[in-house]
């Protein structure tokens, strides 16, 4: 199902409520309810600018959402074996919550859970540490070479019907949640290859969908008996064959009817990222709060932001309410993406000419500006 296709299946089941629609230049002189930004927390080093950033660049184009990879570059406490080396302290964590706090900006913390779990030849940390929990051991990440490979290793995963995993998962979700005071916390959960493998005892003759569903329900779960809400990627509920968008940002390994399995108070960030396709209005109609994500297009970037605006306008009441906006998502670290973001603002390029990701961001922050 191509964009068109998605498009006018929208269109037509909105079509059915002509009297709760605004017009388009109404709908576009209002700010989405998520004007958000996900990217890599900082390195204490560079606590200074990204603070600093936020102040100069993030508020004056009306961000109110942050949600900052955190996963293993914080002090934890209940697992110290899992910091990163020089990780952000308990008092870093509380300069940036003091920071969005006083502009109203939404912070939440990410660890990516399930999938992501190494990264090319290494281990990260939780597998690194706890290898019992790995999903599929006999794949060695020392033998990775560059996608594709004969493993089909992109990142490993570990086994969510592994008896213990959730007891540290857990600990170190609820600590980093305490650290920066959220009412809400992202799983990551995208692009996840490995599950329900052969070879695991636990989950080889386990439906896919069903455990995919079962962990993000568990993880919802955890989270709602303190109040905060499960966000998640969107890629793994969605059908990559149907819809032909293949099997990143989509699955190809029979995820995709979790979707009807999970809590529909799950905020799903559904990112696309070469085409603005337009799965949102799927999300939508299925229930869930939904905000489209971009990276390095401009002009892609720009038609989600469009679309997010058009659906609100042309639906009824409740899909539109769903429709919560728009999320830049930022994939290079903290430290070198600002580098660049001030080096090109400043008139300099970057040597590499990598500046896309960069003018993506100057484009969203000027259209939010309107």
């Not at 980093?176 to 989950?203: I, K, N, Q, T, W």
């Not at 455990?211 to 905060?228: M, N, Q, S, W, Y």
Request: contains cysteine; aromatic residues 12%; proline residues 6%.
């Amino acid at each position: 199902m191509n964009r068109l296709s998605l498009f006018l299946l929208a269109v037509s089941l909105f079509m059915l409520f002509p009297s709760c629609r605004q017009t388009a230049k109404e709908a576009a002189a209002e700010p989405l309810p998520v004007r958000g930004l996900a990217i890599e927390a900082p390195k204490p080093d560079g606590l200074d600018r990204f603070l600093n950033f936020i102040e100069e660049e993030l508020v004056p184009a009306h961000f109110n959402l942050l949600i900052l990879r955190v996963d293993w570059n914080y002090a934890y406490e209940s697992h110290p074996e899992l910091r990163d080396p020089n990780p952000l302290s308990r008092e870093d964590v509380g300069r940036i919550v003091a920071l969005c706090r006083k502009h109203d900006i939404r912070l939440v913390p990410q660890i990516n859970l399930l999938g992501h779990q190494s990264w090319a030849t290494q281990n990260l940390a939780l597998l690194r540490e706890y290898p019992q929990f790995d999903e599929n051991p006999s794949v060695k990440t020392e033998n990775y070479t560059p996608w594709p490979n004969p493993y089909r290793l992109y990142c490993k995963s570990y086994c969510p019907l592994h008896p213990e995993v959730h007891d540290v998962v857990f600990a170190v979700v609820d600590e980093v949640c305490d650290a920066f005071e959220s009412d809400a916390f992202h799983a990551g959960m995208d692009e996840v290859f490995y599950l329900g493998e052969e070879e695991c005892p636990r989950c080889h003759d386990h439906d896919k969908a069903e455990l995919f569903a079962g962990e993000v329900t568990r993880i919802h779960d955890h989270l709602a008996e303190k109040g905060r809400q499960l966000m998640i990627w969107g890629d793994r509920l969605i059908d990559g064959r149907t819809t032909g968008i293949g099997e990143w940002e989509a699955s190809f390994n029979d995820t995709w009817p979790a979707i009807d399995m999970i809590p529909k108070d799950v905020f799903i960030c559904d990112w696309h990222y070469e085409r603005a396709d337009l799965t949102a209005a799927y999300f939508a109609l299925k229930g869930f709060e939904v905000a489209t994500c971009g990276y390095r297009n401009p002009e892609v970037c720009l038609q989600q932001i469009r679309d997010q605006r058009q659906f609100r306008a042309q639906s009824a009441p409740e899909p539109a309410a769903r429709f919560q906006g728009y999320i830049h998502t930022i994939w290079s670290g903290n430290d070198h993406f600002l580098k660049r973001y001030y080096e090109l603002k400043g008139g300099k390029s970057d040597p590499s000419g990598r500046t896309d990701d960069v003018r993506a961001l100057l484009t969203v922050m000027d259209e939010f500006k309107k």
